[in-house]
């Protein structure tokens, strides 16, 4: 136990960042903007600590259980995470944007930035990588779906009736992902798995060390999320300080925290993919855009019929566009069973899209 303990240092040090943030908050919004932006700058530092952590031990768990449980439990962890900061930061009277613009960041951080790359990559070195189609097309539907319901819809819904239609969204997310997840561990979990042929390979020197102990992870990767959510209180008071005034687009904030939550995902799904497991990818990627729309929305619109105050969900017209033409080439590409660095290519190159339309505001 001690050993395992050890190891956690970077938990650790961001567990005394959160208890030295709220002495110094005061300090931190009143010695100027740019304190205030370099202390948020330095806080989104911890919280990426404390979540590559929480990612660790997730994957200790998924790879203690195996596809398609592995997975969709490093999904949720990640999840998690971004639903904790989200909560957080909207409670400080955030933009009432942010939890529309946080979820399509990821979305497109997840389908393009991280199955792009992975199947650029991979491609390069592999050629050819195989998986299963019918998870791709499981997942590319309800994405659709679930983000034609809650984030493309709400735009035509007269103001007089949002109660009605979110606690209709909450319901209508809750029955999909009920159903989903039967799928997945249930009688199509095939669907969402793909047998390798197996290598030998030699074990890795913390596997040979101790077998992976289930509570201890447990109990960390719940220990990370509540340090995480306690780093985000500050964090978000002083990001919106450090950036007010500065014309930084509003949807910088957004892509950090969805930036932050996927950033161990990244790692994984990459290290995946170089070892021709890009089934493990898909999963991956896939799996985090379904969950990111499909359980962020029905918590943080039960937050908003809660407070009374809604938040604008509707996609703004360059939004909508860059997701059917992200759901139509994923689609397409992911059709045949196999990525190569072509199809990886056309994702990174909406990926970057992406990023250039969020710099310019749009």
């Known amino acids: 136990m001690l050993t395992s303990l050890k190891q956690e240092k970077f938990m650790w040090l961001a567990l005394l960042a959160a208890i030295a943030a709220y002495p110094l908050e005061h300090w931190l919004l009143h010695s100027g903007q740019a304190t205030a932006l370099l202390g948020g700058l330095v806080l989104i530092g911890f919280i990426v600590m404390a979540s590559m952590r929480v990612a660790h031990h997730a994957e200790?768990?998924?790879?203690?259980?195996?596809?398609?449980?592995?997975?969709?439990?490093?999904?949720?962890?990640?999840?998690?995470?971004?639903?904790?900061?989200?909560?957080?930061?909207?409670?400080?009277?955030?933009?009432?944007?942010?939890?529309?613009?946080?979820?399509?960041?990821?979305?497109?951080?997840?389908?393009?930035?991280?199955?792009?790359?992975?199947?650029?990559?991979?491609?390069?070195?592999?050629?050819?990588?195989?998986?299963?189609?019918?998870?791709?097309?499981?997942?590319?539907?309800?994405?659709?779906?679930?983000?034609?319901?809650?984030?493309?819809?709400?735009?035509?819904?007269?103001?007089?009736?949002w109660k009605i239609y979110s606690a209709f969204t909450i319901g209508a997310m809750v029955v999909l992902y009920a159903l989903f997840l039967r799928m997945q561990v249930g009688p199509h979990s095939y669907f969402f798995s793909y047998s390798y042929p197996e290598k030998r390979r030699k074990p890795l020197p913390e596997e040979q060390a101790s077998p992976v102990n289930l509570t201890f992870s447990i109990a960390t990767l719940v220990f990370g999320v509540v340090v995480i959510g306690a780093l985000a209180e500050v964090m978000s008071k002083t990001l919106d300080l450090g950036l007010e005034g500065t014309g930084a687009p509003p949807v910088i904030t957004a892509i950090l925290v969805a930036a932050i939550s996927a950033a161990p995902e990244i790692l994984t799904a990459l290290r995946a993919a170089l070892a021709n497991r890009m089934q493990s990818v898909v999963n991956i990627a896939l799996g985090a855009s379904l969950s990111t729309v499909i359980l962020t929305v029905p918590v943080m619109e039960a937050m908003a019929l809660y407070t009374g105050q809604p938040f604008q969900m509707a996609m703004t017209p360059v939004q909508t566009v860059m997701v059917f033409i992200t759901l139509i080439v994923s689609a397409i590409n992911l059709n045949d069973g196999e990525t190569n660095a072509i199809e990886g290519m056309t994702h990174f190159v909406l990926f970057a899209t992406f990023i250039m339309l969020s710099l310019l505001g749009l």
């Open 60 to 161: 200790l768990l998924a790879e203690k259980v195996g596809d398609p449980y592995g997975t969709m439990i490093l999904t949720l962890a990640a999840v998690l995470v971004e639903v904790v900061i989200l909560a957080i930061m909207m409670s400080n009277e955030a933009s009432p944007t942010l939890v529309r613009d946080t979820i399509y960041s990821a979305v497109m951080l997840d389908i393009n930035g991280i199955l792009g790359l992975a199947a650029l990559m991979g491609g390069i070195k592999h050629g050819e990588q195989s998986y299963n189609d019918d998870s791709a097309r499981t997942y590319s539907v309800m994405i659709l779906t679930a983000m034609g319901v809650s984030m493309v819809v709400p735009e035509f819904i007269p103001e007089a009736d």
